[in-house]
């Protein structure tokens, strides 16, 4: 989903008047590199081992990670195409996605999963998802098999935040894509080498602070350019009501989606998916105190109810743009991922444009880094300290994760710069591959003892067969618009069917070592 915003910026070719002054943007991106580069030297000194530099040490509070979680959960896309081509479509009944994921995938999801991660994560000495499912199923290839799934799927997920921060850099700054892929590279790669998760979290602490902001200032001015919340909403709807009654021929028709399953599988991908996603379950493995989790999942949902809340009406406000703006001359069509750009760029102030530079910046550095660790934690704690070396020491594990770091970073890159087409499709199902494969299995595994080898193999592999045969079964039968348009309600089914198979296979097969379940569950320290 962030890969939408890939083009948004690049398809939107302002006028010399309407582009904001390069000084503002340029200042404050300068500023904000530097500042991040300043705390990730500050955390190169409090590194010393793989806990530290993955989970900062667990000494991080509440506000660190509940903001960390946020911005993370919440990228680019949620700010430009995602929120533009689903408020163009839905209306104000987007809304629904954004409280959604205030709730269920931010309030409930630490109320239900943080106490319980950190207490058995402890309990099996486990830093990462596949090292969990590894010790709590007892079986190494498991947690080999977890960690391909994240490395496979998260390289085209990092490459899409790439090509869209690429683009922006080229849109803004007027530089070729080469040279912003390569700035945004080389200072990804040294920031993440060497800061760690503890800077990570500070970073994403102002980060976070900068999209909180942002957001506001973004919903105050625009709400105001039209003429008072009242107006805006009595707007959207008549505008609305009046294009969904267009001829189905007329390029400004509102067109119902074609099921209404689409909408809920929205609302379920997005909310419950980060259930099952590494790069946000690690965030509570990093939790020091199980007292703090009430106060970082209040912080997340007020952080989430403001941020993507105001990121997604700003997306039903589109269908006011002038005529000319929505069909630039010669356009046959609307062009969905340029209509919050559009918006942004024509009905703002130039002061504010930088800032809502920064808030994209923020969105897609925040989730980038997570990616990254993830991934590299993947090789270096479940392959290479699993495999090839369970001795290994605690120095060599460190450099060995800041050199994959570099290294996941370059791969992007790679895939990046040759601009191969397949990253959007890819990107479009790795949501649903990875929540799907892991969301049941490692749910069950935290709350009944019950649940085997056997069982949450099966659902693994049932949610990643679902994810991928469903949609390019779609693809190969019918188009891509179609398949993307159900891709959410693929991903649901892929997350849902899971539940079924993990206790059906569970039941049906010899029950865990009583040991191994003692371990999970017994109490922490």
Same mark, same amino acid.
């Given at each position: 989903?962030?890969?939408?915003?890939?083009?948004?910026?690049?398809?939107?070719?302002?006028?010399?008047?309407?582009?904001?002054?390069?000084?503002?943007?340029?200042?404050?991106?300068?500023?904000?590199?530097?500042?991040?580069?300043?705390?990730?030297?500050?955390?190169?000194?409090?590194?010393?081992?793989?806990?530290?530099?993955?989970?900062?040490?667990?000494?991080?509070?509440?506000?660190?990670?509940?903001?960390?979680?946020?911005?993370?959960?919440?990228?680019?896309?949620?700010?430009?195409?995602?929120?533009?081509?689903?408020?163009?479509?839905?209306?104000?009944?987007?809304?629904?996605?954004?409280?959604?994921?205030?709730?269920?995938?931010?309030?409930?999801?630490?109320?239900?999963?943080?106490?319980?991660?950190?207490?058995?994560?402890?309990?099996?000495?486990?830093?990462?998802?596949?090292?969990?499912?590894?010790?709590?199923?007892?079986?190494?290839?498991?947690?080999?098999?977890?960690?391909?799934?994240?490395?496979?799927?998260?390289?085209?997920?990092?490459?899409?935040?790439?090509?869209?921060?690429?683009?922006?850099?080229?849109?803004?700054?007027?530089?070729?894509?080469?040279?912003?892929?390569?700035?945004?590279?080389?200072?990804?790669?040294?920031?993440?080498?060497?800061?760690?998760?503890?800077?990570?979290?500070?970073?994403?602490?102002?980060?976070?602070?900068?999209?909180?902001?942002?957001?506001?200032?973004?919903?105050?001015?625009?709400?105001?350019?039209?003429?008072?919340?009242?107006?805006?909403?009595?707007?959207?709807?008549?505008?609305?009501?009046?294009?969904?009654?267009?001829?189905?021929?007329?390029?400004?028709?509102?067109?119902?989606?074609?099921?209404?399953?689409?909408?809920?599988?929205?609302?379920?991908?997005?909310?419950?998916?980060?259930?099952?996603?590494?790069?946000?379950?690690?965030?509570?493995?990093?939790?020091?105190?199980?007292?703090?989790?009430?106060?970082?999942?209040?912080?997340?949902?007020?952080?989430?109810?403001?941020?993507?809340?105001?990121?997604?009406?700003?997306?039903?406000?589109?269908?006011?743009?002038?005529?000319?703006?929505?069909?630039?001359?010669?356009?046959?069509?609307?062009?969905?991922?340029?209509?919050?750009?559009?918006?942004?760029?024509?009905?703002?102030?130039?002061?504010?444009?930088?800032?809502? !530079? $920064? @808030?994209?910046?923020?969105? =897609?550095?925040?989730?980038?880094?997570?990616?990254?660790? %993830?991934?590299? &934690?993947? *090789? #270096?704690?479940?392959?290479?300290?699993?495999?090839?070396?369970?001795?290994?020491?605690?120095?060599?594990? !460190? $450099? @060995?994760?800041?050199?994959? =770091?570099?290294?996941?970073?370059?791969?992007?890159?790679? %895939?990046?710069? &040759?601009? *191969? #087409?397949?990253?959007?499709?890819?990107?479009?199902?790795?949501?649903?591959?990875?929540?799907?494969?892991?969301?049941?299995?490692?749910?069950?595994?935290?709350?009944?003892?019950?649940?085997?080898?056997?069982?949450?193999?099966?659902?693994? *592999? #049932?949610?990643?067969?679902?994810?991928?045969?469903?949609?390019?079964?779609?693809?190969?039968?019918?188009?891509?618009?179609?398949?993307?348009?159900?891709?959410?309600?693929?991903?649901?089914?892929?997350?849902?069917?899971?539940?079924?198979? *993990?206790?059906?296979?569970?039941?049906?097969?010899?029950?865990?070592?009583?040991?191994?379940?003692?371990?999970?569950?017994?109490?922490?320290?």
């Amino acid at each position: 989903m962030r890969a939408v915003v890939v083009f948004a910026f690049r398809r939107h070719s302002p006028s010399p008047h309407e582009r904001p002054m390069l000084t503002a943007p340029f200042v404050l991106t300068a500023v904000f590199f530097l500042l991040i580069l300043g705390i990730a030297c500050w955390g190169l000194r409090q590194t010393s081992t793989v806990g530290d530099y993955f989970l900062g040490g667990k000494t991080l509070g509440p506000w660190l990670l509940a903001i960390s979680y946020g911005t993370t959960y919440f990228s680019a896309a949620a700010f430009i195409g995602f929120a533009g081509r689903l408020g163009w479509q839905y209306g104000l009944n987007v809304l629904w996605i954004a409280l959604g994921n205030t709730f269920l995938g931010g309030f409930l999801a630490w109320v239900v999963l943080g106490k319980q991660t950190r207490r058995m994560s402890h309990n099996l000495n486990s830093m990462t998802m596949p090292e969990f499912f590894g010790t709590r199923y007892d079986s190494q290839k498991m947690k080999a098999f977890s960690a391909l799934i994240i490395f496979a799927f998260m390289i085209p997920y990092s490459a899409s935040i790439f090509q869209g921060l690429s683009y922006l850099f080229e849109s803004t700054f007027e530089i070729p894509f080469w040279l912003a892929l390569l700035i945004i590279t080389v200072f990804a790669s040294v920031y993440i080498m060497i800061g760690g998760y503890k800077a990570v979290a500070r970073v994403d602490f102002l980060q976070g602070m900068i999209m909180f902001v942002g957001a506001i200032l973004m919903v105050t001015f625009l709400v105001s350019r039209f003429g008072g919340v009242a107006n805006v909403l009595e707007s959207i709807n008549s505008i609305r009501a009046e294009r969904m009654t267009l001829d189905p021929a007329d390029p400004l028709v509102i067109k119902p989606p074609l099921s209404v399953w689409i909408l809920p599988g929205l609302v379920f991908m997005t909310s419950f998916g980060v259930w099952g996603m590494p790069q946000m379950v690690h965030k509570y493995y990093a939790i020091r105190d199980e007292r703090q989790i009430l106060r970082g999942a209040i912080v997340t949902t007020v952080f989430a109810l403001f941020v993507v809340c105001s990121a997604y009406f700003v997306g039903t406000m589109c269908p006011l743009l002038e005529k000319d703006l929505l069909l630039p001359k010669g356009a046959e069509k609307i062009n969905m991922e340029s209509l919050v750009p559009t918006l942004l760029t024509t009905k703002l102030p130039q002061s504010m444009l930088a800032l809502i !530079l $920064l @808030l994209v910046l923020s969105a =897609s550095i925040s989730t980038l880094t997570s990616l990254v660790l %993830v991934s590299a &934690s993947a *090789v #270096t704690i479940d392959l290479y300290k699993g495999y090839l070396n369970p001795n290994a020491t605690q120095s060599r594990m !460190l $450099l @060995l994760m800041r050199v994959l =770091s570099a290294v996941f970073i370059m791969a992007s890159f790679v %895939v990046t710069i &040759s601009q *191969v #087409t397949w990253i959007i499709t890819l990107m479009s199902v790795s949501w649903g591959a990875v929540a799907g494969s892991f969301m049941a299995p490692f749910l069950y595994g935290l709350f009944w003892k019950r649940t085997t080898k056997a069982g949450a193999y099966a659902g693994m *592999v #049932t949610g990643l067969i679902l994810s991928n045969g469903l949609f390019f079964g779609c693809l190969y039968f019918y188009d891509l618009p179609r398949a993307n348009a159900f891709s959410t309600v693929f991903a649901s089914i892929a997350m849902l069917v899971p539940f079924i198979v *993990v206790p059906i296979v569970s039941l049906m097969t010899k029950p865990p070592k009583t040991e191994v379940v003692e371990r999970a569950f017994g109490s922490a320290e």
